[in-house]
């Protein structure tokens, strides 16, 4: 595709200093070619461009000095470059119509301008809207509503009650609305199922991961608030409430009943215990656990950072000592009193200062289990 800076700046707004040059795609600025654009959102990739071949770039105006090729200047280069490169590499559409092979129960309702591709499976009284876009070996099950332009992947699995809307992205193999890990045991601790009927409600805006599993809640919905962003092998549990333009890495596990706030970040690998509450703007950081629930926004971690085995060898050893340790920190403490009392009777100052230095060295150890 070939545009106008001028073109582009009257989509997406901004300041065109330089010549209106045509240019065909967007690359960043270690990778940028002639006939491209790229991109400058922070300055210390600045030099980059001693040999970067771009034809123009997007830039803050206080990182434009300098630069001898067209700009375009924006206060967000970062969220700009997105824009354009969505614009410049549109997500591959279906032809409009309904395959052959598919199946459509005659109780289901079906919007204008649907693409619905070979062997997608769709039951009774589903509403499909406007433009939304259905690719092979996809199953939605009964009374799923689904809202205008929506999109989702090849073999993604949608349970029965169902909300998706306006504007989602559902990626291959998710599955949304699988039954919650419910379950009883009876006398003899052999498990039995709890039906999972609360369903799941899925905002506007959102984008699910490839093989990331939703699960129905219990007797109310699992809820995923507008703006969400998922990543691939996500698993969310029965009940879980996922507020507004959070966004969620790989691998993270949120157990049942759990309520993550708004304009959160959960890195890879986080694990959340069931019923925590984490407020709006936390960032926590990748394979943290958080066990008890985060009241105050801040970035939060626990994970161990990686070192030579040798080095972790010794650290685990001291660790499974620290009992130990803790113990005779305290029968220290306890005699202290006892130990002061005899060198004062032998009335040797140095001996004393000695004595206290080695003690004073050893306080920071004497709490060293608390929470």
Same mark, same amino acid.
């Given at each position: 595709?070939?545009?106008?800076?001028?073109?582009?700046?009257?989509?997406?707004?901004?300041?065109?200093?330089?010549?209106?040059?045509?240019?065909?795609?967007?690359?960043?600025?270690?990778?940028?070619?002639?006939?491209?654009?790229?991109?400058?959102?922070?300055?210390?990739?600045?030099?980059?461009?001693?040999?970067?071949?771009?034809?123009? #770039?997007?830039?803050?105006?206080?990182?434009?000095?300098?630069?001898?090729?067209?700009?375009?200047?924006?206060?967000?280069?970062?969220? *700009?470059?997105?824009?354009?490169?969505?614009?410049?590499?549109?997500?591959?559409?279906?032809?409009?119509?309904?395959?052959?092979?598919?199946?459509?129960?005659?109780?289901?309702?079906?919007?204008?301008?649907?693409?619905?591709?070979?062997?997608?499976? #769709?039951?009774?009284?589903?509403?499909?809207?406007?433009?939304?876009?259905?690719?092979?070996?996809?199953?939605?099950?009964?009374?799923?509503?689904?809202?205008?332009?929506?999109?989702?992947?090849?073999?993604?699995?949608? *349970?029965?009650?169902?909300?998706?809307?306006?504007?989602?992205?559902?990626?291959?193999?998710?599955?949304?609305?699988?039954?919650?890990?419910?379950?009883?045991?009876?006398?003899?601790?052999?498990?039995?199922?709890?039906?999972?009927?609360?369903?799941?409600?899925?905002?506007?805006?959102?984008?699910?991961?490839?093989?990331?599993?939703?699960?129905?809640?219990?007797?109310?919905?699992?809820?995923?608030?507008?703006?969400?962003?998922?990543?691939?092998?996500?698993?969310?549990?029965?009940?879980?409430?996922?507020?507004?333009?959070?966004?969620?890495?790989?691998?993270?596990?949120?157990?049942?009943?759990?309520?993550?706030?708004?304009?959160?970040?959960?890195?890879?690998?986080?694990?959340?215990?069931?019923?925590?509450?984490?407020?709006?703007?936390?960032?926590?950081?990748?394979?943290?656990?958080?066990?008890?629930?985060?009241?105050?926004?801040?970035? +939060?971690?626990?994970?161990?950072?990686?070192?030579? +085995?040798?080095?972790?060898?010794?650290?685990?050893?001291?660790?499974?000592?620290?009992?130990?340790?803790?113990?005779?920190?305290?029968?220290?403490?306890?005699?202290?009193?006892?130990?002061?009392?005899?060198?004062?009777?032998?009335?040797?100052?140095?001996?004393?200062?000695?004595?206290?230095?080695?003690?004073?060295?050893?306080?920071? *150890?004497?709490?060293?289990?608390?929470?």
């Amino acid at each position: 595709m070939n545009i106008k800076l001028s073109e582009i700046v009257a989509k997406f707004g901004g300041e065109l200093v330089g010549e209106d040059l045509t240019i065909s795609s967007i690359a960043p600025t270690n990778l940028a070619q002639s006939g491209q654009i790229t991109f400058l959102s922070d300055n210390k990739f600045k030099k980059n461009l001693i040999n970067c071949q771009a034809d123009a #770039i997007i830039i803050k105006a206080e990182d434009a000095d300098g630069i001898n090729i067209p700009k375009i200047i924006t206060h967000n280069p970062y969220f *700009y470059f997105s824009q354009v490169s969505s614009f410049l590499n549109p997500r591959r559409k279906l032809k409009i119509g309904i395959a052959p092979s598919a199946y459509i129960d005659e109780s289901s309702c079906i919007g204008q301008n649907v693409a619905i591709a070979h062997h997608v499976a #769709i039951g009774e009284n589903v509403k499909i809207g406007d433009n939304c876009q259905i690719f092979p070996n996809v199953v939605i099950g009964d009374n799923v509503i689904i809202g205008d332009n929506t999109t989702i992947y090849p073999t993604a699995v949608i *349970y029965d009650n169902i909300q998706i809307g306006n504007g989602c992205v559902i990626h291959s193999g998710a599955a949304i609305g699988s039954d919650g890990f419910g379950n009883a045991k009876d006398d003899k601790m052999t498990y039995h199922r709890i039906p999972q009927i609360g369903g799941v409600i899925i905002g506007n805006n959102v984008e699910i991961g490839s093989n990331t599993t939703i699960d129905c809640g219990t007797f109310e919905a699992t809820i995923i608030e507008d703006g969400v962003r998922i990543d691939n092998l996500v698993q969310i549990a029965h009940n879980v409430k996922i507020g507004a333009h959070t966004g969620i890495a790989s691998q993270v596990g949120i157990a049942g009943n759990s309520k993550i706030g708004r304009y959160c970040m959960l890195a890879g690998n986080v694990g959340i215990a069931d019923h925590v509450e984490i407020c709006d703007h936390t960032v926590i950081s990748a394979s943290s656990n958080v066990a008890k629930n985060i009241t105050k926004p801040a970035l +939060y971690a626990c994970g161990m950072t990686v070192m030579e +085995y040798k080095d972790w060898a010794k650290t685990f050893v001291h660790l499974r000592n620290i009992d130990k340790l803790n113990q005779k920190v305290k029968e220290l403490y306890r005699t202290e009193d006892d130990l002061s009392n005899i060198l004062y009777n032998n009335e040797d100052n140095k001996l004393i200062d000695e004595y206290h230095e080695k003690i004073d060295k050893l306080r920071p *150890y004497q709490d060293i289990r608390e929470d």
